[in-house]
């Protein structure tokens, strides 16, 4: 290798193999050396003073710029870790032993792909531990507290306590898409507000609570968090239907296609002040597509979304 340029010193070798993977992933070839003469090192190195990293002069400038990069971005993530995760954690009720596993639980696909080093790991998998935790704790509250409820009732209220719009919902009232770790077009494109985004994030930070404190801690923070929920169950005249927030959904399903969000305006009121019936409209890109009724603006505008999604739906 001639013409050689010293880019990176350190007298970590973890820290030298992590820097040439970087590098290498990106198709720039290094040589690695120590102070001992003689000594150039294929792999990583142990005690042996100052490390090196040398690349082709005319890749020099590229490499660098690689470096910066990915300190700025490791940066962030530990400002994350040490000053943002505290935050979250006082939302969650819930403090982390291990606080890799709250950092990983928000990790999205597009911050791991953009990750040359190939250390970080999306939280999918999270993902699919949290919704099996999750299911066996609201079934478990279904059980127990709905004993008179027949096998296809309780199903129904699980379905709805644990689907993607109320999971969006839980998600968005912790304030989830604050702290998720995104790529950067991901970012760009409002990754932040996306329903589908906050609800799979939820569903890991579930895993990520389980995998800290075990199965009593998940069990507590979503008893928490979906105490309110299970006690709507219980009133009489709320439905799953009721309790649904279709709001979210007609959300999702908008934006997926790059259209406007929707809007909600008031389209008048009947009865007595103790049991007013309010109507509700639903506006998209300037047309009312739809209009529900209810004995509260909320449940007036849930009705509202739900008979606009069937409607688009219907039309795609």
Known sequence: ???????????????????????????????LTSDIPHSVFPLTIDGLGEVRLSVRSDEAEAAERLIKDFRNDVNARVVLIHDECAKLESALGYRFHD?????????????????????????????????AVLGLVITDRLFREFPDYDEGRKSKVKATLVSAATLTTVGERLDLGKHLLLGRGEEKTGGRQKPSLIADT?????????????????????????????????????????????????????????????????AGSSG???QKVFGVEVVVEGNAIARGEGRSKKEAEQKAARLALQDLRSEA
């Not at 990176?8 to 290094?30: M, N, P």
């Not at 709001?247 to 969000?261: I, N």
């Open 1 to 31: 290798m001639a013409d050689l340029t010293v880019i990176f010193r350190t007298h970590s070798d973890v820290e030298a193999d992590i820097v040439r993977g970087l590098l290498e992933t990106h198709g720039i070839q290094t040589l």
């Open 99 to 131: 606080r890799g596993l709250l950092e990983h639980a928000l990790t999205h696909r597009s911050r791991a792909h953009e990750d040359s080093s190939g250390g970080v790991s999306d939280n999918e998998s999270l993902e699919f531990l949290g919704d």
């Open 202 to 266: 939820f569903e890991a930070v579930v895993a990520a609570i389980y995998l800290d404190g075990g199965f009593p801690a998940a069990t507590a923070f979503i008893e928490r968090e979906f105490r309110s929920a299970l006690d709507n169950v219980r009133q009489e005249g709320v439905t799953p239907e009721v309790t649904a927030d279709h709001k979210s959904a007609l959300q999702e399903w908008l934006q997926a296609r790059g259209r406007s969000l929707p809007e909600y305006r008031l």
């Open 272 to 274: 007595p002040d103790h």
